[in-house]
């Protein structure tokens, strides 16, 4: 499997973005895909994650009201809209995915992407 993501960029605080996960490959249903972000100086912290699915959703408390995890079985793609972006969402944003379940913990996951650079400016 895998996984190519793109949508990043350099925006302003209050700005909107999108980003999207295409996988390639055999995906197993069980399974769904995550976001996590890594800030520079930071560990990578989980941000949120979808089934394949689509009946479960989970996501970080401190972004719950302002990103949206969504998905598209039929194209494999799983998207993240993010609004209202603080220069404190600036990190690397990486998509995982996982076989089995997913969830909050790295070790779930299987498969990583390359990451893309999201930058908030104030």
């Known amino acids: 499997v895998q996984l190519q993501a793109s949508g990043g960029g350099l925006v302003q605080a209050g700005d909107s973005l999108r980003l999207s996960c295409a996988a390639s490959g055999r995906t197993d249903s069980r399974g769904g895909m995550g976001w996590f972000r890594q800030a520079p100086g930071k560990e990578r912290e989980f941000v949120s994650a979808?089934?394949?699915?689509?009946?479960?959703?989970t996501v970080r408390n401190s972004v719950k009201d302002r990103f949206t995890i969504s998905r598209d079985g039929a194209k494999n793609t799983v998207y993240l809209q993010m609004n209202s972006l603080k220069p404190e969402d600036t990190a690397v944003y990486y998509c995982a995915a996982a076989e089995r379940q997913v969830g909050a913990s790295e070790s779930m996951y299987d498969y990583w992407g390359q990451g893309t650079q999201v930058t908030v400016s104030s």
């Open positions: 979808i089934t394949w699915r689509g009946d479960s959703t």
